[in-house]
């Protein structure tokens, strides 16, 4: 499979920008993919924080089902601030409020002792399409940054008041380089790497092959993939929704799309695909 790997000049710039910023800020919002928490992690940006206070997000919580609750548990039982959460949800907004403010209180204390009274501000950051402008708009109670279910939608920062806070939204940033390409292709699944540089095909064979090892009930329900080869699987899938040219052959490119559209939209019902060895891996716990 052709290697994944997806850092535009934007990204770097983006980078420098939210390292400028940092100093502006007390604290930092790192919004992960609950579906894929490990994959979703980029250490850059937490090795970037320093010593500022972190609260780690597990968005998409809607998608997710309860390997994303053990991820959570894993998380903060390394220390870390973590909440599980579904920015699309205004249920989630209160709870997420006061979990923000006391990550903060002290330092507004701090500045109170001191006379000063002025908004907390956090950086809000993560890699494409996990959300992060969901949950700016989440707080802020209306649609005051760029939301799009496309990588990359936001590309410059936006200073966001809300409340007793100011939010700082950031572009999506991706690690410069993907080592692990299992994680990668995770990324691939959920929408958080550019489509336009994908072989959609390979992308949906390699989802196929993990979705049958992890939950083959929801292929078999879904498609009547009962098992064989990734490719007879895909087959099988082509063949079950109708996506045959003419001729006889099957048409992989409907069948790719089809695929990742279900699986991104839930579907094909809750997933976790991340497991404690790819947290530990990518530094998490």
Not at 5 to 10: E, I, K, L, N
Not at 91 to 119: D, H, I, N, S, W
């Amino acid at each position: 499979m052709k290697v994944i790997q997806w850092f535009p000049g934007h990204m770097a710039k983006a980078m420098r920008m939210m390292e400028e910023n940092l100093r502006l800020c007390d604290a930092v919002v790192i919004v992960l993919d609950a579906r894929v928490p490990a994959a979703s992690y980029n250490a850059r940006i937490a090795d970037m924080v320093g010593g500022k206070p972190v609260l780690y997000l597990l968005n998409k919580g809607d998608l997710a089902d309860g390997g994303a609750s053990e991820a959570l548990a894993r998380i903060k039982e390394s220390g870390r601030e973590a909440m599980k959460i579904s920015a699309s949800s205004p249920a989630f907004c209160r709870p997420l409020m006061a979990q923000m403010e006391a990550l903060v209180a002290g330092k507004r204390e701090r500045y109170a002792q001191k006379g000063t009274v002025r908004p907390m501000r956090f950086l809000v950051a993560g890699i494409p399409n996990t959300g992060k402008s969901t949950v700016i708009n989440l707080l802020s109670g209306g649609r005051k940054a760029q939301v799009g279910d496309k990588a990359g939608v936001t590309r410059s920062k936006q200073w966001v008041k809300c409340g007793a806070f100011e939010l700082l939204d950031t572009p999506g940033t991706m690690p410069p380089a993907l080592a692990d390409q299992r994680l990668a292709r995770r990324l691939a699944y959920v929408g958080s790497v550019n489509d336009d540089i994908l072989d959609k095909e390979e992308v949906a064979l390699a989802l196929l092959e993990e979705l049958f090892e992890k939950y083959p009930e929801r292929l078999k329900e879904r498609y009547s993939i009962e098992g064989g080869t990734p490719l007879e699987m895909y087959e099988t899938l082509c063949a079950r929704r109708g996506f045959v040219l003419r001729g006889g052959e099957y048409d992989y490119a409907r069948g790719a799309l089809a695929l990742l559209d279900d699986f991104r939209k839930g579907r094909l019902g809750k997933v976790c695909l991340d497991g404690a060895e790819d947290l530990h891996l990518a530094g998490l716990c």
